[in-house]
Structures are given as C-alpha cells and as structure tokens.
C-alpha cells in the first residue's frame, strides 16, 4: 500500500501536475468560448458535451505519456510492482482529477444561474469523457504514438457534429436533445477501451 502511495505521489508531482495545469486554463476559456449564463437544461447539455468532455482527452490519453522516457522504464522495470499496477495507479489519480472537473464544470454553470438536473449531467458528461479519453488511451496504448492518440478522439468528436447518423448509439451529444440512451453505450465502451489499452500495454509493450 504505501508502495501504492509513493507511486501516485510521484506520478502526480512530476506528469499529472502539468496536466491538472492545462485543464485549468482549458476550463478558465469556457466562458469565452460556450454559454455559461443562466442556460436552460438543453444548452447547459450542449456546454457540457461540447467543452466539459473534452477533459477526458487531457486526463485519459497521458496516462502512458512517463513511459517515453526509457529512464523511468528502466526504473519501473527495476522494482517489484508490475508495470500493470503502476498503469492502474496512474489511470485511478487521472480518473479521480477527470470526475472532479467534471463536476467543477457542472457546478459553475449551476452556479451561473443555469437550470439542468446536475447529477444526471455530471455522468452522461463524464461518460462522454470517459469516452474520448478511453478512444485516445486505446489508441495510444496501440500505435505507442502520443500524436495519434489524441487525433483520434478530436477526430471523432468532429464527426459527431453531422449528427448521430454515423455513430448511432455513441452520439456525444445526445444528452441536448434529451437522449441520455447513448450516454450508458458511451460509458460502457470507454470502460472497455481504458482495460484494452491497460492490457495490450502489459501484453504486447512492457512485460517486466
């Protein structure tokens, strides 16, 4: 445990830092980028959607960022604890930092004079960042190429502006119009991109 504890701490001081760093100036631009005034329930959805859940990208996609670094591969492959369990702390801090911005997000517009049902806007936010942030880990985990993995997540949020004509039940933006169905698809396949990024990482990249 206190192994544990060491890990997230350094993990945090040196890489997760930086990143916290940049959700904060992402989120100081939303007012200037989205309504964040006295919105009613459907575009204080499309503020949420559209700019909260990209914070899945800047928090998920990093999660294998320190292992560039062949020093800290040699260090990690080094020590006792499996990188998996290393992968899994990373992953927890990040996920943690992801949810509270979330609600960070959530809590301002409500602040703001905004009316919308905040816990059923905070998840189906948090499930489409779950979502973008698993799309960029899978792929980074895969191609082991930063640049891709968050290409690949911009690129189908992009897609997502003609609609949910090509994505059908992984809309991101469905919560505007009253659809939370997707949002539980989008949940359950960014849980399952975040473990087969974790595994093809332990399988096909580091088996110390």
Same mark, same amino acid.
């Given at each position: 445990?206190?192994?544990?504890?060491?890990?997230?701490?350094?993990?945090?001081?040196?890489?997760?830092?930086?990143?916290?760093?940049?959700?904060?100036?992402?989120?100081?631009?939303?007012?200037?980028?989205?309504?964040?005034?006295?919105?009613?329930?459907?575009?204080?959805?499309?503020?949420?959607?559209?700019?909260?859940?990209?914070?899945?990208?800047?928090?998920?996609?990093?999660?294998?960022?320190?292992?560039?670094?062949?020093?800290?591969?040699?260090?990690?492959?080094?020590?006792?604890?499996?990188?998996?369990?290393?992968?899994?702390?990373?992953?927890?801090?990040?996920?943690?930092?992801?949810?509270?911005?979330?609600?960070?997000?959530?809590?301002?517009?409500?602040?703001?004079?905004?009316? =919308?049902?905040?816990?059923?806007?905070? #998840? %189906?936010?948090? +499930?489409?960042? @779950?979502?973008? &942030?698993? !799309?960029?880990?899978?792929?980074?985990?895969?191609?082991?190429?930063?640049?891709?993995?968050?290409?690949?997540?911009?690129?189908?949020?992009?897609?997502?502006?003609?609609?949910?004509?090509?994505?059908?039940?992984?809309?991101?933006?469905?919560?505007?119009?009253?659809? =939370?169905?997707?949002?539980?698809?989008? #949940? %359950?396949?960014? +849980?399952?991109? @975040?473990?087969? &990024?974790? !595994?093809?990482?332990?399988?096909?990249?580091?088996?110390?």
């Amino acid at each position: 445990m206190e192994n544990c504890a060491k890990a997230a701490t350094v993990h945090f001081k040196y890489h997760l830092k930086y990143h916290l760093l940049a959700a904060v100036l992402f989120f100081c631009l939303m007012p200037f980028l989205m309504g964040t005034q006295y919105l009613n329930a459907r575009e204080s959805a499309r503020t949420l959607e559209m700019y909260a859940a990209l914070s899945g990208i800047l928090f998920l996609t990093p999660v294998f960022l320190p292992d560039q670094d062949k020093n800290i591969r040699d260090l990690i492959g080094s020590k006792r604890m499996p990188y998996l369990v290393i992968h899994l702390i990373r992953l927890a801090e990040n996920l943690l930092f992801l949810l509270v911005f979330v609600g960070a997000g959530a809590l301002f517009l409500k602040c703001n004079g905004c009316e =919308f049902p905040f816990w059923s806007y905070f #998840a %189906g936010t948090a +499930a489409g960042a @779950l979502f973008l &942030g698993g !799309l960029g880990m899978f792929f980074y985990s895969v191609t082991d190429n930063a640049a891709v993995g968050y290409m690949v997540p911009l690129v189908y949020y992009m897609i997502n502006f003609s609609g949910d004509k090509y994505v059908k039940n992984f809309y991101l933006f469905s919560m505007a119009a009253g659809d =939370f169905g997707p949002k539980f698809w989008l #949940a %359950g396949a960014g +849980a399952a991109l @975040l473990l087969g &990024g974790l !595994l093809w990482r332990r399988i096909f990249r580091f088996k110390p």
